[in-house]
């Protein structure tokens, strides 16, 4: 809020009195000391001496990119953050860009694809036959009554969890996750459709039909017009994140300071949210846009609980002083919030290779280990134990306790241990910090040969000191995955 205050204060943040630069690169690396530091971020120079203070990261987090184009670093940290929102007021200007003939090609075949949008995809040019081969392509078809858009991955394996369709009004977006890379098919339909959207996916081939309703029974000539992202392959880095509105339908208390959130996707968006991935949720807060990555958990414990690709559930501590979940909290129900695309590099896979499943949860931390342990227990047949060993300050904070003393009474594999670090004195459980001798007692493998995946999350200290603690005690770090936003 002190640097949203200093932003709107109307003082000259950039010391250029409004103007706007083109910068070389050149000119960028002189600025690259504390008391006169420029960071590139997505060709856009920013001048963020003033900001230094208010860095939550501290400040030798940013002179890392002094003077340099900082997007790589930006993209590894926190690229949910909205740079363009919080540092407008600190715009130097564009860096300036050499003119390339290779660049000119390219261009011209983004054009020519605008033009030729009519359900059969033009020969992308400036690429070698053999990336051609290996990139998806689209096609598209009518009925009477149906449009269906035909997307070719080329890849085996494609499931429900990796296509996210969003259509409203007419503006259809479809993003098809495939690992590291996206395809985008995001296209402004030249006639209205229901908000009725149906998709079939053949796994084993990888075709995907997104099916859409016609609103009038007419004959459509073209698809439509084609936004600057459409049919395009790219790094989900390079993809920047997408938003959609979702409604608060429920919200209610887990413990004194912590409630589960229920909200409603929009009528028109197919979106699940992968078992260890997380979404960001984007408030408007004094002005600025404030973000905030949370991961889905489920509404309640008992397992086999089937997904209804309507509503996402987050579990959301409240913090007295904390700005966005006190926005969070005064919430009505009705009221709408926007929600991002899935984000994480958990794959299934690590689970389904595993017979021991070690799951170290610091307070809300728990959260992702919640879907990890209904797909754990209900889906792989090959894990053998699954533990959690739960830390807390006090037994008021224990989230989800009945239910996960239920679960381990219920399924013999499964087992619960609480470590509280301020118990009260009837408390007869373990109490501590996370330590490599409470972790050298309950983290063990049930065979001396046996597969382990170690999950962890908590407060970034919890985390770090966790993981080196693991390394510690002999396991690799391809065992061990931590979960970080």
């Known amino acids: 809020m002190d640097w949203i205050r200093l932003t709107k204060s109307g003082k000259d943040l950039t010391g250029l009195k409004g103007r706007l630069l083109e910068v070389t690169e050149d ?16 060709g856009f120079v920013y001048n963020v001496t003033p900001y230094m203070e208010y860095h939550p990261g501290g400040e030798d987090e940013l002179m890392k990119a002094a003077g340099t184009d900082g997007t790589d670093l930006f993209d590894q940290v926190h690229r949910w953050v909205n740079y363009e929102s919080m540092l407008k007021e600190c715009l130097v200007g564009r860096m300036a860009v050499k003119p390339i003939a290779a660049l000119k090609e390219i261009s011209s075949a983004v054009s020519e694809d605008k033009k030729q949008l009519n359900g059969v995809l033009p020969e992308k040019k400036g690429l070698a036959s053999s990336a051609q081969d290996l990139s998806p392509s689209y096609d598209w078809f009518q009925t ?18 990796l296509v996210i369709v ?9 993003e098809i996750i495939m690992d590291d890379h996206s395809y ?7 006639h209205a459709v229901s908000e009725d959207v149906a998709g079939n996916i053949a796994e084993r081939v990888g075709k995907i039909e997104i099916i859409l309703k016609k609103k009038d029974n007419v004959h459509w000539k073209n698809l439509g017009r084609p936004s600057e992202g459409h049919n395009t392959f790219i790094k989900r880095t390079d993809r920047g994140l997408f938003y959609r509105k979702c409604k608060l339908v429920s919200k209610t208390e887990v413990t004194h300071d912590t409630k589960l959130f229920c909200l409603m996707l929009p009528k028109g ?25 949370y991961t889905p958990v489920l509404p309640f414990l008992p397992l ?7 509503h996402i559930y987050l579990m959301i501590k409240i913090y007295s002083h904390g700005l966005f979940t006190q926005a969070l909290d005064h919430l009505q129900i009705g009221d709408y919030i926007s929600v991002s695309n899935p984000e994480g590099n958990f794959k299934k896979s690590q689970v389904q290779t595993s017979e021991d499943l070690l799951l170290l949860a610091g307070g809300t931390g728990f959260t992702p280990m919640v879907k990890l342990l209904n797909f754990a227990l209900t889906e792989v047949s090959c894990v053998r134990t699954a533990k959690l060993i739960f830390f807390n300050k006090t037994e008021d904070d224990i989230l989800w306790r009945n239910q996960l003393e239920q679960l381990a009474l219920k399924d013999e594999r ?12 009837d408390w007869v459980g373990k109490q501590g910090k996370i330590s490599p001798s409470l972790l ?5 493998r049930s065979r001396r040969d046996s597969k382990v995946l170690i999950c962890i999350c908590g407060p970034a200290p919890f985390t770090e000191q966790g993981v080196q603690y693991l390394k510690d005690l002999g396991y690799s770090q391809e065992e061990i995955h931590a979960f970080t936003a």
């Open 27 to 42: 000119e960028l690396s002189k600025h690259n000391k504390k008391e006169d530091c420029w960071i590139c971020i997505r």
């Open 144 to 161: 009477d009554s149906l449009i269906t858009i035909v997307i070719y991955t080329k890849q085996k394996d494609m499931n429900a969890d």
């Open 166 to 174: 969003d259509c409203q009004d007419k503006q259809l977006r479809g």
């Open 184 to 190: 985008l098919v995001e296209i402004d339909l030249d």
């Open 269 to 293: 968006t197919h979106l699940r949210v992968p078992t260890g991935q997380h979404v960001y949720l984007k408030h408007i807060i004094a002005g600025t846009e404030v973000v905030k990555p």
């Open 304 to 310: 086999d609980f089937q997904e209804d690709g309507v």
């Open 414 to 425: 499964f087992e619960v241990q609480f470590i509280l670090s301020q118990p009260s004195k």
């Open 440 to 444: 050298s007692e309950f983290v063990k």
